[in-house]
């Protein structure tokens, strides 16, 4: 670890270091059970999807106003990340906002893309905000999974439901009244922004963040085994937002680090407006429904 010496606080950081260290994750390093959140699924759908790698030590890196203070484990060991790869859409949508792609977030997203499963009479309605927001209320099957399959979860952050239990057939509320943190809808705004930018969003998220941020070459994000579409002649996979039947994101601690430096700078690094004050504002907003959720 980087020496502290000198700092006042260097006795709480190595405090703050010593508590992650000691709170590993049960799951296991070598992907054997238990490991995943796709094992609480009502089957068949408990089970993976996309490629999933054996990970490393806890590992984490500490920032203060630009200046690396301390780092443990592997920092610069690109492992998975979960849903991180949440914030990474948002971010991407903060692109597509600030380039005029999606100039209105509370715009249907049918308006602009009709045909890839936002034209029901239900789905029809959904905003690109719902979708960021964890509120859409969509139904349907993204690559296969149903929503149904995320209905009735929850986190830790929010009472439980009195009845029903995940997977059961949740009697679904009008798009914007209800939060609930389900991936499947959350893969269907990945599969949305796939479409709204025409190109692969690794492609986007490298060209627009990492490189600008001068990040490494080293951080990933892959899709399930099966999610591949045509688009514009091309074949192209689809990513998901998260990990939770395998695929994501799987990125180090330093870089992560430049992600978070410049959502705390407002969108800038190094001068370079790479995603703007507004947008970075949007994503610290809390959705009414979900006071913790933004």
Known sequence: MPSSAGNPDSAKLQSAIDFAIAHETGWSRDNSDPWGVHAADPPPWNRLLGPVSPRGPVSGAILHRG???ASWGEPARPDL????????????????FDRGMMPDVDQPVCVRLPG???DSERNRSVTWAQLLQQTSE?????FGVPDQVDRYRT????RRPATGKKGDARPLQA???YWEYNDVRINQLSLALLHLFGRALPQVFASEIMHPLGASDDWRWVGYDHAWIDLNGSRVQSVPGGSHWGGGISISSLDQT???QMLLDDGRHQGRQLISSEWIRRMRTPCAQAPFYG
């Open 155 to 158: 986190t830790q952050f929010q």
């Open 116 to 118: 890839i499963g936002f």
């Open 175 to 177: 798009p914007g009244a």
């Open 67 to 69: 200046t690396l203070l």
């Open 81 to 96: 990340t979960f849903s991180v790869a949440k914030t990474y859409l948002a971010l991407l949508a903060g692109v597509a």
């Open 258 to 260: 430049r992600i978070g």
């Open 138 to 142: 969509w139904e349907g099957e993204c």
